[in-house]
């Protein structure tokens, strides 16, 4: 097979692009040497609700269970404004110093080196690619929570609700790591739409059965006890209880709009024209506008239908048992949601480790060269071999760590508080602040300032429940339980 390095070829690409500084459309690159970019919004948008809705939308009834009907329904339609609002900020930083002409920025570390500099660059390294690593064990995690709960809902309808349904997660994990070890091998973020677009209708689809399945409970009559403050105090829960999951409630809320760790390189995917931050502002609400729909009704409606008892997670929990094959199709999809998601934000990590050791090592050929095959049905595809051993790697460390510690999702809660706000809030609206020379101490300036604040504020309260929620699965964390406490 021959070989070609990809370095030298990137290189000259890059001098050929320099006679020209807009998207030539004779050309196959772009204005920086690149190859050229075709993704639209509607793609854009495919990526943000397949890092958007998680399965995490089937828990916010549990969310909205401890905070009540007003407060619940408000805290959702408050972080959706202002997850909205810093991502188009965030947007129209991707090009510096100008939105639309500046030079292009492949990374959240580029954007905060190009707007802010110094120390701040390495906090957002930390911050992001920390959380990146922890969704993807969670991922890991949480897909096979999803396959058991398969196998156990089977066991339930054969045997009864009751019965003694136990089923190891370790082989679902495994497969799943199988799955993620061939998907790694797609070259880069711009080859992922196909898999954006199937993860994106499957999230639709098993959001959909629940909201659907919580309507018929309502319908039915058979509804749990709400209130508009949520859990009671004596009753649900003690008075500790209730503050700590409270606290974790609004985190949770919070951390379910975030998708600011894959943002720029989501825009990065985009043509360019129209330009870049005009797309990706238009897909950012598409994204969220539709996240926020499906969050209020699987929400409200399984709350209307659970009550203050609603579970963690009514698919995987068992807040339902029949119909028994619908649960065995939702808990199916949102596996397969939850394989393209996982390319998602694993995408970002093998960028950086790739681009870091290609600049160190431009001459070694195991990390520069790659070899054309051809794969049936998928044509001519060129595989790299540091490629296919780096990322093969990274994946199988991902899927040891979830076996090892199966209880990490509530580890990742901490992950989402640290991360959120850095992140979602203070990077965007400093950047905004410096690329728009907002005037200090003026009303904008002290508005997004007191946004700032008051976000800090939320993570570092919804640490403090995540860490109290931690410690309560440690406690009472049982192998291989496939349920919240």
């Known amino acids: 097979m021959k070989s070609f390095n990809t370095e030298e070829h990137n290189h000259s690409t890059a001098e050929s692009g320099d006679a020209y500084t807009v998207s030539d459309p004779t050309k196959n690159v772009d204005e920086d040497g690149r190859e050229k970019r075709t993704g639209t919004w509607l793609t854009a948008s495919a990526h943000i609700i397949t890092a958007v809705i998680g399965s995490g939308v089937l828990s916010l009834a549990w969310a909205i269970a401890q905070l009540g009907w007003i407060a619940g329904t408000a805290i959702l339609l408050i972080f959706s404004f202002i997850t909205y609002f810093t991502s188009t900020m965030l947007a129209d930083c991707y090009r510096a110093p100008d939105p639309v002409t500046g030079k292009r920025n492949y990374t959240y570390m580029d954007v905060v080196r190009s707007y802010l500099g110094g120390r701040k660059v390495q906090l957002c390294g930390v911050a992001q690619y920390g959380n990146l690593i922890g969704v993807t064990v969670g991922y890991t995690i949480t897909a096979s929570i999803s396959l058991v709960a398969v196998g156990k809902s089977n066991c339930f309808h054969d045997k009864g609700h009751k019965a003694d349904c136990t089923i190891s997660n370790y082989p679902y994990m495994a497969v799943f790591g199988i799955i993620q070890v061939i998907l790694s091998q797609i070259p880069n973020f711009h080859k992922l739409s196909f898999l954006s677009i199937m993860a994106a209708v499957m999230s639709f689809t098993y959001a959909t059965i629940g909201i659907g399945l919580a309507i018929a409970t309502v319908a039915g009559g058979k509804v749990g006890k709400t209130s508009m403050t949520g859990t009671a105090v004596g009753v649900d829960v003690t008075a500790t209880q209730k503050i700590w999951r409270s606290f974790q409630a609004v985190g949770d809320i919070a951390f379910a709009y975030a998708y600011a760790t894959v943002l720029i390189e989501i825009q990065d995917t ?114 790299s071999l540091f490629r296919l051993v780096w990322r093969s790697a990274y994946v199988v460390i991902t899927t040891v760590v979830a076996m090892i510690f199966p209880f990490f999702n509530a580890i990742l809660g901490l992950i989402g508080a640290a991360s959120f706000w850095p992140l979602t809030v203070y990077f965007p609206v400093e950047m905004h602040i410096a690329q728009t020379k907002i005037k ?39 192998p291989f339980r496939t349920s919240h406490e």
Not at 300 to 323: H, S, V
Not at 456 to 474: F, K
């Open 440 to 478: 200090k101490y003026s009303a904008r300036w002290i508005a997004l300032k007191m946004m700032c604040y008051v976000c800090l504020i939320v993570s570092l309260l919804a640490a403090a429940g995540s860490i109290a929620g931690l410690i309560s699965s440690v406690k009472t964390y049982k």
């Open 270 to 383: 985009l043509r360019s024209s129209p330009a870049e931050n005009k797309a990706m502002k238009r897909a950012s609400l598409v994204g969220v506008s539709t996240t926020t729909f499906f969050y209020i009704l699987c929400g409200c409606i399984g709350y209307a239908a659970f009550g203050n008892k609603a579970p963690g997670d009514f698919l995987t929990d068992f807040g339902f048992f029949e119909p028994f094959w619908l649960i065995d199709f939702a808990n199916a999809c949102i596996a397969v949601h939850l394989i393209g998601a996982y390319q998602v934000f694993a995408q970002p990590i093998f960028q950086f480790v790739e681009k870091k050791c290609n600049r160190n090592y431009p001459d070694n050929k195991f990390i520069t060269s790659e070899y054309p095959v051809n794969v049936p049905f998928l044509g001519k595809f060129n595989i």
